[in-house]
């Protein structure tokens, strides 16, 4: 790092904090106010902030070592980023219709209280233990690798980078709630969208060109079925990514991520309107449609260029650990000032996605638990239940970092294992919510107890088994370990879906008014006229551009 690259950090330090300043002289008296930005948002706000809380370390870190590793295995879950499209177009009405804050709230609404609490404990118990503790793990461990500081002061710097970069974050969350992640949002994804394209056209220069990168990566089995590592559908026999597993795997864990989790809706329920949300959803589908190129490819070209031995600077380019592709790209390509740009790109993708992480999950506590219990609290009481809420989860995350430290060299894999015993129970019970008029409360409710049930029976067998490698065969152990991950996560799925339907048809159906407006088949004229006025020709247009584009993609790399 060099005098022009601590510039470049300052200027955008400096932007963000002017930012910051802005949105702490807003009023936010109320609870909407604060956790939701007013609900104003307009759709270039909602999609940029859609994008930059979803892109964190785990992709920065994980996902290109991902590509470092297998190639374009792990593709799959960001090309069907194309569901937030279904966001936009199906769930936005239901949710709009309901006033909801949360999508605890919604089940509330659609269901019972008990289905409330239970997403509620799920969502906030997977934030802590798997989104804060990744993210600045991962973090720490970028910056350490970039900067190329062991120590500082006699400490770890991953520490200090960890521990600095949660606080930062934590201070302009707690002072400035949602309009300040929508706000900082709208700085920061054209900063890391740049930083990442940089390292992108640069990685190629470098290597010869995007067919020397295919030549190399082509040549390179990754199982002995002969698949290589441009092939994106592999032989259903690959212990990893069976074909069939990956679609509809990627397919259930898109799903309850980008229609049904708290983390990402909330951006959208923060729109002015159905219209404003909408078209979020869809700037959103655009951006997501970028990953696989700026972080998945940057990480299949550190693998090529360390095959090929190319010699950088006078240096020869050798890659540590896949992991390490992102952060010794950064480290070894990038010119003076350029790489003070993407080291503020990194900054502005982990600091968003903890932004996001920490005021969707006060907004949990605060709404699901807190005002449940206390409903007469004041709206400004709600406000600073929702800034303490935030620091007792920064503070759970830091604590939580030094057992995550174990798990840094499978971070997205790891995300994704434990997402794919989560998922499918919640997302059963809002499918079907949704879709069905028949699903009763109890059904819904138990459809989520048991995805939680199987999902941490699942979680735990995987720890024992892997732990204790001689246990001996049983059925138990093929079912709850010994299947494939994905293959486990689509009958899970169709577990839950059972089980919904048997309870639902043997207990009392919902009535009428509890459902009006919340499930198809129940909108008034009006819902309906308001729905159909909130998109035009353009949007459609949009949409069949991001699907003929993802579409096209699957064909490339088949």
């Known amino acids: 790092m060099q005098l022009l690259d601590w510039i470049v950090i300052g200027i955008f330090v400096v932007a963000l904090i002017g930012i910051v300043i802005w949105v702490l002289k807003q009023k936010q008296n109320s609870s909407s106010d604060y956790f939701l930005g007013g609900k104003d948002a307009t759709w270039i706000a909602i999609g940029a902030s859609i994008f930059a809380s979803n892109i964190g370390s785990e992709h920065l870190i994980g996902l290109a070592g991902t590509g470092a590793a297998s190639g374009m295995a792990m593709a799959h879950w960001e090309i069907q980023g194309w569901m937030i499209l279904l966001l ?20 509330e ?26 993210t600045v793990y991962a973090g720490g461990l970028v910056f350490q690798q970039v900067f190329g500081i062991e ?19 934590a201070l302009y969350t707690v002072a400035g ?17 740049l930083g990442s394209l940089i390292i992108l056209v640069l990685g190629l220069k470098e290597l010869g060109g995007w067919d020397e990168m295919m030549r190399i990566c082509g040549a390179t089995t990754v199982n002995e079925y002969g698949n290589t590592m441009v092939e994106l559908m592999r032989d259903n026999r690959d212990p990893q990514y069976p074909w069939l597993g990956a679609l509809v795997g990627s397919a ?26 909408r078209r979020g959803t869809i700037f959103g589908a655009y951006l997501k449609l970028l990953p696989v190129f700026l972080f998945l490819i940057p990480g299949m070209i550190a693998f090529a260029l360390n095959q090929k031995g190319i010699v950088i600077n006078g240096e020869v380019f050798r890659l540590s650990t896949p992991d390490a592709a992102f952060p010794t790209l ?38 699901d638990f807190y005002k449940r219990f206390r409903p ?28 995550m430290r174990s798990v840094g060299d499978v ?56 732990n204790v490698p001689e246990a001996a065969d049983n059925f138990f152990k093929y079912i709850f370990y010994d299947v494939n991950w994905l293959f486990f996560c689509g009958w899970m799925f169709l577990f839950c879906i059972i089980v919904i339907i048997v309870v639902s048809l043997l207990t009392k159906a919902p009535a009428p008014e509890q459902i009006q407006g919340l499930v198809y088949g129940t909108a008034t004229a009006e819902q309906k006229a308001e729905t159909r006025a909130s998109w035009d020709k353009w949007d459609v247009i949009h949409t069949v551009i991001i699907l003929a584009i993802t579409a096209a993609f699957y064909w490339y790399f088949w």
């Open 88 to 107: 936009g177009w199906v769930f936005v009405p239901f949710y709009s219709r309901s006033m909801v804050y949360t999508m605890p709230e919604f089940l």
């Open 109 to 134: 609404k659609r269901y019972n209280p008990q289905s409330r609490t239970i997403l509620s404990l799920i969502s906030l118990i997977s934030y802590v233990l798997t989104k804060v503790a990744v």
């Open 151 to 169: 120590e500082l002061w006699g400490i770890d710097f991953f520490w200090i980078a960890a521990i600095g970069l949660v606080l930062i974050t």
């Open 177 to 193: 709630g949602m309009k300040s992640v929508l706000y900082t949002s709208v700085l920061q994804t054209p900063i890391l969208l």
């Open 252 to 277: 259930i864990i898109g799903f309850w991520y980008w229609c049904t989790d708290q983390f990402i809706v909330q951006r959208v329920l923060s729109g002015k309107d159905q219209k404003e949300a």
């Open 330 to 367: 950064v480290a070894r390509l990038l010119p003076a000032g350029v790489k003070g740009l993407v080291v503020c790109g990194i900054l502005a993708a982990l600091m968003s996605s903890l932004a996001s992480l920490f005021n969707s999950s006060s907004m949990l506590f605060t709404i």
């Open 376 to 403: 007469e609290t004041p709206e400004k009481k709600l406000v600073t239940i929702g800034q303490i809420a935030t620091v007792v989860i920064v503070v759970l995350g830091i604590l939580w970092i030094p057992i």
């Open 411 to 466: 971070l997205y894999n790891y995300l994704q294992d434990v997402q794919s015993v989560l998922a499918p129970g919640i997302a059963a019970a809002f499918l079907l919510g949704i879709c069905w008029k028949r699903t009763s409360a109890k059904g819904g409710m138990w459809g989520l107890i048991s995805g939680l049930v199987i999902g941490l029976t699942r979680l735990g067998a995987k720890i024992y088994y892997t």
